[in-house]
Antibody
Framework: QVQLVQSGAEVKKPGASVKVSCRAS????????INWVRQATGQGLEWMGW????????GFAQKFQGRVTMTLNTSISTAYMELSSLRSEDTAVYYC???????????????WGQGTLVTVSS | DIQMTQSPSSLSASVGDRVTITCQAS??????LSWYQQKAGKAPKLLIY???KLETGVPSRYSGSGSGTDFTFTISSLQPEDIATYYC?????????FGLGTRLEIK
């Protein structure tokens, strides 16, 4: 079945970087964009950006411009999201999600990875 | 950015009740809206896409309607397993935005 499996929880100090992986299976990895969404404890969903695994181009929410990098390794169907200059407010669960569309433009998110808790603490 | 105003923020209802959640977009998003269910400690799960299309395998008691700026999500007969937070999501334009969520509880 279509599945996204993310890497495990991370604890980082302020100022450090974190890299979260998202391994896809059950579908053609390069055919669908991957999006990243985060959720602070008890809060709503916050979109971070997207990556096209076929062309390698990316787009980010303005809030994360300059601090987020999205890369991939198509040989192992894995996408990565790296967030730098971490601060306590970045403590959250980070999700990857496959973007699905029938119109060829933007689409809905299905499925989602299980989430990766990133804790930023000194 | 397109703002998504979701209401109510929380809702308490009895098993068997009809439950309705609304989402209003700050500008016309056509039908480019989806709804997700998120249970405690779990990832969001797609229920509805393109405003009114039921995702395969999702129970038919869930439904969505609307277009333009005003959208509705309905559970026709609330079940105990429906306890969760529900989010709307617009994908008409970047940046992607979500509603703030509706926390649904059983009375």
């Amino acid at each position: 079945q279509v599945q996204l499996v993310q890497s495990g929880a991370e604890v980082k100090k302020p100022g450090a970087s974190v890299k979260v992986s998202c391994r896809a299976s059950g579908y053609a990895f390069t055919s669908y964009d991957i999006n990243w969404v985060r959720q602070a404890t008890g809060q709503g969903l916050e979109w971070m950006g997207w990556m096209n695994p076929n062309r390698g181009n990316t787009g980010f929410a303005q809030k994360f411009q300059g601090r987020v990098t999205m890369t991939l390794n198509t040989s192992i169907s894995t996408a990565y999201m790296e967030l730098s200059s971490l601060r306590s407010e970045d403590t959250a669960v980070y999700y990857c999600a496959r973007e699905y569309s029938t119109s060829g433009d933007l689409g809905w998110f299905d499925p989602w990875g299980q989430g990766t808790l990133v804790t930023v603490s000194s | 950015d397109i703002q998504m105003t979701q209401s109510p923020s929380s809702l308490s209802a009895s098993v068997g009740d009809r439950v309705t959640i609304t989402c209003q977009a700050s500008q016309d998003i056509n039908y480019y809206l989806s709804w997700y269910q998120q249970k405690a400690g779990k990832a969001p799960k797609l229920l509805i896409y393109d405003a009114s299309k039921l995702e395969t395998g999702v129970p038919s008691r869930y439904s969505g309607s609307g277009s333009g700026t005003d959208f509705t999500f309905t559970i026709s007969s609330l079940q105990p397993e429906d306890i969760a937070t529900y989010y709307c999501h617009q994908y008409e334009n970047l940046p992607i935005t979500f509603g703030l969520g509706t926390r649904l509880e059983i009375k």
